[in-house]
């Protein structure tokens, strides 16, 4: 028998390391894919599109809002994979009915690696852990480099229109905002209620007047026409699209973050 706690303090105990895993995260699934658990993966969200092939190898349990209970029940899986932002309580509470919920709950770097250090005890897999987590660290210690030379901007990084919602202070978007040298206007803004909360865009101006609007792939398509509207609602902002994976997903997709952000740095 062996306990591991996951990032809301709970206990889990197992007699054998966990192999029938339904991952309930787009991000922890990629992880877990490159931790080489691919054949433990027995169910993911029709979200979950990296690795792509995926979609079409394990079972789809639904999104990451709506799960079909009674699927994943099918698929006697040892563990379910859940994290506190992506999903609810109540899904969270069902499907404890069926076996151990693992959730996790990130909102930093250390926290984005403490999954992966985490993954690897939980799966006996510490070794390609530690290799992941070695990558991580040389690229952040690279990135502090690039970024030293550059210029704090004011930003607004919107995920939503209609209506209008921005990633606030208390998300692992801020941080990442943080680590560009981006200063969110919404950030701890006593103003706002929640850490994506609705906002007038005609009050921007007054409210931090952005130098960049930060429109996110996802979760919402954001296109031409609200650039357009966004930018009225500044001074000089200038208004740029960016992959909202690099800004929101965790674990190993960090490696690849770093190099994203230096080729967006380079462009602005």
Not at 54 to 72: D, E, R, S, Y
């Amino acid at each position: 028998m062996k306990q591991f706690i996951d990032q809301l303090g709970t206990t889990h105990t197992f007699e054998h390391t966990p192999s029938r895993i339904v991952s309930l995260v787009p991000s922890q699934t990629e992880t877990l894919f490159d931790l080489g658990l691919e054949d433990e993966l027995v169910g993911v969200t029709k979200f979950c599109v990296h690795p792509f092939h995926l979609k079409a190898t394990k079972t789809i349990i639904g999104g990451t809002k709506q799960v079909n209970v009674a699927k994943i029940k099918a698929l006697q899986p040892d563990i379910i994979i859940a994290n506190k932002e992506e999903n609810t309580l109540e899904i969270v509470a069902q499907l404890k009915e069926i076996c151990p919920v693992w959730v996790t709950d990130v909102l930093t770097i250390e926290d984005s690696i403490q999954v992966i250090r985490d993954f690897g005890n939980l799966f006996n897999k510490r070794t390609d852990a530690q290799k992941w987590i070695q990558k991580i660290t040389f690229g952040l210690n690279d990135f502090y480099e690039f970024i030293k030379s550059k210029s704090a901007q004011k930003v607004a990084y919107f995920i939503w229109a209609n209506p209008y919602m921005v990633a606030a202070g208390e998300t692992y978007i801020n941080e990442m905002l943080k680590l560009n040298k981006f200063e969110n206007i919404y950030d701890f803004n006593p103003k706002y209620e929640g850490r994506y909360p609705e906002v007038i865009i005609q009050k921007m101006r007054i409210q931090g007047d952005p130098e960049l609007v930060l429109l996110s792939s996802e979760p919402f398509p954001f296109a031409d026409e609200h650039a357009f509207e966004l930018g009225r609602h500044t001074h000089h902002a200038r208004t740029v699209f960016v992959d909202g994976e690099y800004f929101s997903w965790h674990g190993t997709r960090l490696v690849k973050a770093f190099d994203y952000f230096k080729v967006l740095h380079n462009t602005l």
